[in-house]
């Protein structure tokens, strides 16, 4: 994190992928950092969080897998606050880990079946390569477009991660960033999950999660940093702030808090 942070308003210029452009959009417009981790378990408390934070977000991230309930219908409901509120939803924090061939599969078919309706998806990297490709083909089957620039989903790739004794290696970390970077990569892979900033290139977001103003930890391995510290130390772009606000007693207020200090801590990175 040596180099200098390139503002928004420039990289928003270079991004290629659909997805990574509007959702940098969205954080100019409404001047947010902050994507909320709506882990709830139920279709009516996850529409509820959704409206309730939706003004001070730029990003939703669902674990769709953790609903009692999940039916497809309620997304459909959660799109329109999307639309009302203005924010992007990451409806899928799946993190695929199988063969290109399997991944393909579990990206378009199943119950889910996940690329009709979500924007945003990620995969650890683990497999190697081929998880990419097979999440691309199906994108791309899907459309029915041969254009890659015309792929709409963007791919996050997990290159670090929040939790205690976690197996990742700085090597493992560089090893996820030269796929992201690689050109025939370069108009579906949005960015990353990861603690910080890992690649220079403009064109790729970093998204951090074990954020908290209060906390510092579970008793399950998760590890807690504040807004300010992963956006001015660490130099990432989007914080995933999960907990710290969907138990907070008020969430709309502590979803404001969060989109206020990560907004501050954003314009202090640009003259750090
Ligand atoms: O390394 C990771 C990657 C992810 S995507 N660590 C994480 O915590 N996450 C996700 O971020 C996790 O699945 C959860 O949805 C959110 C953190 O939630 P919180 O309640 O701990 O803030």
Redesign the pocket.
């Known amino acids: 994190n040596h180099t200098k942070r390139i503002p928004f308003e420039k990289r928003l210029e270079l991004i290629p992928n659909k997805v990574g452009k509007r959702l940098v959009q969205i954080m100019l417009q409404k001047k947010t950092c902050l994507c909320v ?1 709506a ?1 709830v378990t139920t279709c009516s408390q996850l529409l509820q969080l959704a409206d309730h934070v939706g003004p001070f977000i730029c990003l939703l ?1 669902t ?1 769709v897998d953790i609903l009692t309930d999940f039916d497809k219908q309620s997304l459909v409901q959660l799109k329109a606050l999307a639309d009302k509120h203005n924010f992007l939803i990451f409806e899928v ?1 799946r ?1 695929f880990a199988d063969i290109g061939n399997t991944v393909k599969q579990q990206f378009s078919g199943g119950v889910y079946n996940i690329v009709s309706w979500a924007d945003i998806i ?1 995969c650890h990297t683990l497999p190697g390569p081929g998880i990419i490709d097979g999440l691309k083909e199906a994108a791309i089957e899907y459309h029915g477009k041969k254009k890659e620039n015309e792929i709409y989903h963007g791919l996050l790739l ?1 290159a ?4 205690e004794g ?1 197996l990742i290696t700085p090597d493992y970390t560089r090893h996820s960033v030269a796929l992201a970077e690689h050109e025939k990569y370069k108009e579906f892979v949005i960015g990353f ?1 990861s ?1 910080g900033k890992v690649s220079s290139n403009p064109t790729l977001l970093h ?1 951090t ?4 103003i209060q906390n510092k930890g ?1 008793n399950l391995g ?1 590890q ?1 940093l504040t807004p300010e510290h992963v956006i001015c130390e660490k130099g990432t772009d989007v914080i ?8 907070s007693k008020d969430p709309a207020k502590s979803a404001k808090e969060y989109q206020d200090k990560s907004w501050e801590a954003y314009l202090k990175s640009l003259n750090n």
């Open positions: 981790a882990d991230k674990h924090d993190k990620n997990l670090e991660m929040s939790s976690n999950i603690m998204m999660p074990g954020v908290s579970d998760q807690y995933i702030v999960g907990r710290g606000i969907y138990q």
